[in-house]
């Protein structure tokens, strides 16, 4: 098993009195983590995906759950946005039986979050986990192995599945988008037409790295504005993608509304648009390297609480900084670069401005940006 950074802190938890949430993609590992965290302990498992369960677990009164958890003290509940009502359901466990320590996982932000935010409030430990991150990788493989193995990490990913099969990383790629990838997100985003979603998570694929116009999208695939927003919004809470907006602040004629789109996965989005070419011959390099690196440090500002806000900048007059980090009163910005032919500069409009840190990372460098170091960086 790969260990997991958040694993240290989600143990120190444990018998707080409150439930421990972990939600994240499927199959990012998140019932391995707890179930690992749990050996050796008598638990109560009950799988959401399962029909009989949800039906037992949608509304249930106190004594029916008490029979149901009997003699123990931990309950593990998997999936459990698939159960109607599931809120009311964990409230009433971690308020009536109190000896019982509760964990649950979730694949999807669309209901969880809803279903828990009244009813848990106060009452949980909430993390987020996903993909292997390059640290947790890198930890595991060992620097010489990671070294050699980055080129294919920026085509297949880091989903575990993926990991654990050299050699059949497409065949599990495909797998995993096919059977999994839009599972909550067609049944619970109330999509009419998985179609039009298909061609937009397509478009939004070929334009990582690039600014993303939602009236261009909306003309190219055929569907009103308002729906494209929705869906990128219910991608989003399927952790499939995340935004970046554009940071604005004090330069005239900054881009105030722009956003960028990146995928949590580059192995997810090489499969969607089909393309596992090797990295020489591949014309979206700098593309896949930017997504790599971006979804890295969310990962690590995440994990680690560092509280980063992070956007990218760009001028009317095409100035632009990849990525910006605002961290307190620091402001940082980074450009990213596979391939350093000639030494590249940031704008000095941005620098000076904003008082602001500047850095390219690179091949040789990277390390720095998609590990940190919480001590390293107060200190910079």
């Given at each position: 098993m790969i260990n997991r950074i958040i694993?240290?802190?989600?143990?120190?938890?444990?018998?707080?009195?409150?439930?421990?949430?972990?939600?994240?993609?499927?199959?990012?590992?998140?019932?391995?983590?707890?179930?690992?965290?749990?050996?050796?302990?008598?638990?109560?498992?009950?799988?959401?995906?399962?029909?009989?369960?949800?039906?037992?677990?949608?509304?249930?009164?106190?004594?029916?759950?008490?029979?149901?958890?009997?003699?123990?003290?931990?309950?593990?509940?998997?999936?459990?946005?698939?159960?109607?009502?599931?809120?009311?359901?964990?409230?009433?466990?971690?308020?009536?039986?109190?000896?019982?320590?509760?964990w649950v996982s979730g694949s999807s932000s669309f209901l969880l979050f809803d279903e828990l935010n009244e009813p848990l409030t106060g009452r949980k430990w909430e993390y987020q986990l996903y993909p292997i991150s390059w640290e947790e990788y890198e930890n595991h493989v060992g620097y010489l192995k990671g070294e050699q193995q980055l080129e294919s990490r920026l085509l297949y990913g880091f989903y575990p599945d993926v990991?654990?099969?050299?050699?059949?990383e497409i065949e599990v790629l495909q797998n995993l988008v096919n059977s999994y990838l839009y599972r909550d997100i067609l049944a619970l985003g109330d999509i009419r037409k998985p179609e039009i979603l298909d061609?937009?998570?397509?478009?939004?694929?070929?334009?990582?790295?690039?600014?993303?116009?939602?009236?261009?999208?909306?003309?190219?695939?055929?569907?009103?504005?308002?729906?494209?927003?929705?869906?990128?919004?219910?991608?989003?809470?399927?952790?499939?993608?995340?935004r970046l907006k554009s940071y604005s602040r004090n330069v005239r004629n900054e881009i105030?509304?722009?956003?960028?789109?990146?995928?949590?996965?580059n192995g997810i989005r090489n499969t969607i648009i089909g393309n596992f070419q090797d990295l020489k011959l591949r014309t979206?390099?700098?593309?896949?390297?930017?997504?790599?690196?971006?979804?890295?440090?969310?990962?690590?500002?995440?994990?680690?609480?560092?509280?980063?806000?992070?956007?990218?900048?760009?001028?009317?007059?095409?100035?632009?900084?990849?990525?910006?980090?605002?961290?307190?009163?620091?402001?940082?910005?980074?450009?990213?670069?596979?391939?350093?032919?000639?030494?590249p500069k940031l704008p000095k409009t941005f620098i000076e401005k904003y008082s602001a840190k500047g850095k390219i990372v690179t091949r040789a460098n990277f390390r720095d940006f998609v590990v940190i170091n919480p001590k390293e960086e107060k200190r910079r």
């Open positions: 694993a240290t802190r989600v143990k120190s938890k444990i018998g707080r009195g409150k439930a421990i949430i972990i939600v994240g993609p499927r199959q990012v590992g998140k019932t391995t983590l707890i179930k690992n965290l749990l050996n050796g302990i008598d638990y109560g498992f009950f799988d959401g995906d399962d029909p009989a369960i949800r039906s037992i677990l949608a509304n249930p009164n106190t004594e029916e759950i008490r029979r149901l958890i009997g003699n123990r003290k931990v309950v593990f509940i998997d999936e459990g946005q698939r159960i109607k009502g599931i809120g009311l359901t964990l409230k009433i466990i971690v308020d009536q039986i109190k000896e019982v320590q509760l990991i654990n099969n050299p050699g059949d061609n937009l998570v397509l478009a939004l694929a070929l334009q990582i790295g690039s600014e993303v116009n939602y009236n261009e999208l909306s003309q190219l695939i055929g569907i009103d504005r308002n729906t494209v927003i929705k869906y990128i919004d219910i991608l989003e809470k399927g952790y499939v993608i995340f105030k509304k722009g956003r960028k789109i990146y995928f949590y996965d979206d390099k700098g593309a896949l390297w930017e997504n790599f690196l971006v979804s890295e440090r969310i990962k690590q500002n995440r994990y680690k609480l560092t509280l980063a806000r992070s956007y990218f900048w760009r001028t009317t007059q095409q100035q632009e900084i990849d990525y910006v980090e605002d961290q307190g009163q620091q402001l940082s910005g980074y450009e990213f670069k596979w391939n350093i032919k000639k030494s």
